[in-house]
């Protein structure tokens, strides 16, 4: 597979919550921090999302985050920071995990119904 064939998707997500701006969550190891910056890449074959190739998986290859800390504190407090986040994010749960996924399709009312 050639890089041409591979097509790069970026999620980026930066900003506090509301909670942590009303000082309802915050500081629970007490390691002061100016900012977080999380920025996730991920590949995709293109030939599976498009059905061009049933060989091909739709999803994403890998995925690479990129975790920047802005914060004063010391090696071993962001270490003690990254592996407690580690432990109860759960975005990273769900992409290290398998996790059951029920989907449910429903047609309006007045829509055609599905064949019996």
């Not at 064939?5 to 506090?16: K, S």
Request: glycine share 8%; aromatic share 4%; net charge neutral.
């Amino acid at each position: 597979m050639t890089t041409s064939q591979l097509t790069r998707l970026c999620i980026v997500r930066h900003g506090e919550t509301a909670w942590n701006a009303e000082h309802r969550v915050q500081g629970q190891l007490d390691i002061p921090l100016n900012g977080v910056s999380v920025k996730l890449t991920g590949r995709l074959d293109l030939r599976g999302f498009f059905a061009v190739d049933e060989g091909v998986r739709p999803g994403l290859r890998d995925i690479h985050a990129t975790v920047t800390i802005d914060s004063p504190a010391g090696a071993d407090d962001i270490e003690r920071l990254k592996a407690t986040v580690d432990r109860h994010c759960p975005v990273l749960d769900i992409l290290r995990n398998v996790t059951p996924v029920k989907t449910e399709y429903r047609l309006p009312s007045g829509s055609a119904k599905a064949a019996a």
